[in-house]
């Protein structure tokens, strides 16, 4: 063993022996043959010996191999793992080197002893922090408008809002880190707005006032559009046209109308503008003002609670439970409320208490949980049965159908239980709903059942919205002044050439049913304001769209200034028979502050709609126009609308 050591150390001081070619040609050829026989294969189905299969340092060590005899070639290996055994013993673990994108994992033995070796194990760019995952629900234009929030490029009114705030707080921590553009995949969009039914129609269409005169529709006190599109903004996206109701966005404002004077429980104020979006034609708005009550009569309020599993998520059943909270507060002692709840079966969790018991509510409502397929159909008798059970001569019986609409059981025949609602309405038990949640929510279904009801449909998304209607307007929305209230205007085809309805497209009523008292129509409740425009073309406008008729007569100018004429029919709570209001529309009646900023609302709504009677008016004239509107705005509703706005700008673009 000696001896071939010292041979070893002989052979690394000396200078290699010179290659012998022909031994060296000899070998390789002889290493090929045996290497093409023992895998069955010719020469030309295999790469070339000198392919750079393993790149540039693979070529150049297999020509430094072929460039050494045997003797050489065993000098130099030795001397290879030599100098390799000093690296390792010099060198720091491996877990210590840091590489990007490659991540140290240490590798148990089967019997679970102590690590024995590593294995590195190429791995990405290390996962998103848990704040950003919290946002897997957010899309990535709303994290751009929540970062231009903070750098003062989106005005601050923005974040006054509770969602909006949790939306700034959770991306501030990343804002200097990461960039909203560079991260695909952590940010997706959330439940498209295809998945939601709306209750909605086209435009209505422009009349002309010497062959249709007279336009008929039923009031809408409804605001759940509002709060869907606002919901949709908030999340960085355009909402579905279809979720918008011009009508609905309109009234969702507290406006300041005057108050009703007489024998009538509301009263109608009639005013004329210019039209913001056309020069050639006018806004003739309708502002109805309901009377306040300070002596009401007791109530009577079942809440019909949708507990099936679809209402899991936090702003469903949770925020529902908090919402009902709130109202809890606003009760009279006197008052009773009843809980149902329906989820594969309907079944009553609190018979009627006193509001005064606060403590035996508010434990029923705790205990509520979500499971289960929805049983709408089941809920709502069982509702009515115990309504009536509660009534008693001089109260008001409400029930309260809290749900995210998503009726997959029970209800096998819509209009039969349409129907069945009509009937208990009939009897004095009136309907409202409360919609929760996105991704299901059916808004055609609650629309109907909230119309059938003589109710209200309100869309909670926030807390801060559950106290605008639960608490703000409670009134309104649960102690009716006026039924079946309906609106007939007569335009005068000596003065207006053609006019459109902005909005109502789903209330829109036969002209004989305007005198028909079997026919339904919605209710005002107390303290309640309804608002509706027409936009009307005079007679010479050059912004007529139409052309006058070859045979019909011209309209005989009867010098009067009236516009047209305004009827609208009511039934006081209880009573079969209506009552008429007339007035005329006329000319004198000049619009203020409160009109400006429900014109500046309609055309919002138009544009999200993307209307074609806007002409060139653009995102940007409705927010000058709403600026100028917004007037006292004490619960900040105007100031949060103009803000909206400016969201449905950026996006549009």
């Known amino acids: 063993m000696t001896d071939d050591l010292d041979d070893l150390k002989a052979a690394l001081r000396s200078a290699p022996p010179a290659p012998d070619p022909s031994k060296k040609d000899a070998d390789l050829a002889l290493a090929m043959k045996n290497f093409d026989d023992l895998q069955g294969s010719r020469p030309d189905a295999r790469p070339m010996s000198d392919a750079p299969k393993f790149g540039v340092i693979g070529k150049g060590v297999s020509k430094m191999l072929n460039a050494l005899n045997t003797r050489g070639g065993l000098a130099a290996t030795t001397a290879m793992v030599a100098v390799g055994f000093a690296v390792l013993v010099v060198m720091p673990n491996v877990d210590q080197v840091e590489l990007p994108g490659v991540t140290v994992i240490p590798t ?32 990535r234009s709303q994290a751009q408008e929540v970062l231009r929030v903070q750098s003062g490029q989106v005005a601050p009114s923005v974040a006054s809002d509770p969602m909006m705030e949790a939306d700034i707080s959770s991306f501030s921590d990343n804002e200097n880190r990461i960039a909203v553009d560079d991260m695909p995949g952590i940010l997706p969009m ?121 209402m899991s998520d936090p702003d469903k059943l949770p ?70 059970r509660m009534y008693d001569d001089g109260e008001v019986g409400r029930v309260l159908l809290a749900t995210d609409g998503d009726f997959n059981v029970g209800i096998h025949d819509p209009d039969q239980l349409k129907d069945l609602i009509a009937k208990k309405r009939d009897s004095g038990t009136y309907l409202s709903i409360l919609g929760f949640g996105r991704g299901n929510l059916d808004d055609a279904t609650m629309q109907a059942l909230a119309q059938n009801g003589n109710g209200q449909a309100a869309y909670i998304d926030t807390l801060s919205e559950a106290r605008k209607v639960l608490v703000d307007q409670l009134s309104g929305a649960l102690y009716p002044v006026a039924d079946d209230v309906k609106v007939q205007i007569e335009f005068n085809p000596t003065q207006i050439a053609e006019y459109r309805l902005i909005g109502y497209e789903t209330r829109a009523l036969a002209r004989e049913d305007f005198n028909n008292d079997k026919v339904d129509a919605g209710e005002i409740g107390a303290g309640h304001q309804v608002t509706a425009i027409y936009e009307v073309t005079p007679v010479g406008s050059d912004a007529v769209l139409t052309d006058a008729l070859r045979y019909a007569p011209a309209p005989e100018t009867d010098g009067s200034d009236e516009l047209g004429y305004l009827k609208l029919r009511y039934k006081r709570s209880g009573e079969d028979s209506s009552t008429l209001i007339e007035a005329p529309i006329i000319t004198a009646q000049t619009a203020g502050t409160e009109q400006r900023f429900a014109a500046a609302i309609a055309g919002f709504a138009q544009l999200l709609r993307e209307d074609k009677y806007l002409g060139d008016w653009t995102y940007s004239d409705a927010i000058a126009l709403a600026n100028g509107a917004k007037g006292a705005d004490p619960y900040g509703y105007r100031a949060e609308a103009v803000t909206l706005m400016r969201l449905a700008e950026s996006l549009s673009n």
């Open 319 to 388: 925020l529902l439970k908090q919402s009902l909270r709130l109202m809890l507060s606003e009760l009279e002692p006197e008052d009773e409320v009843a809980i149902v709840t329906y989820a594969g079966s309907a079944g009553e969790v609190l018979e009627p208490t006193k509001a005064a018991d606060r403590a035996t509510i508010l434990s029923a409502l705790d205990r509520l949980d979500a499971g289960g397929s929805t049983a709408g159909a089941q809920g709502i008798e069982l509702a009515y049965q115990v309504a009536e």
């Open 190 to 310: 959330p439940p498209e707005a295809r998945s939601e039914e709306y209750a909605n129609a086209a435009p209505s269409p422009l009349k002309i006032t010497s062959e249709d005169p007279v336009s008929t529709f039923s009031i809408d006190v409804d605001t759940a559009s509002y709060a869907v599109v606002r919901r949709d903004l908030k999340l960085g996206r355009l909402p579905n046209p279809d979720a918008v109701r011009v009508e609905e966005m309109v009234n969702y404002f507290p406006y300041t109308y005057p108050t009703p004077e007489g024998p009538h429980p509301f009263a109608p104020t009639v005013t004329t503008m210019q039209t913001p979006w056309n020069a050639g034609t006018q806004l003739v708005q309708i502002g109805i003002q309901g009377e306040m009550i300070t002596d009401r009569p007791p109530l009577n309020l079942v809440f019909l609670i949708d507990t099936s599993g679809s």
């Open 108 to 139: 148990p033995s089967v019997d679970d002893t102590p690590m024995e070796r590593e294995t590195i194990v190429a791995r990405p760019a290390p996962a998103p922090s848990d704040k950003i995952k919290q946002h897997t629900a957010r899309t």
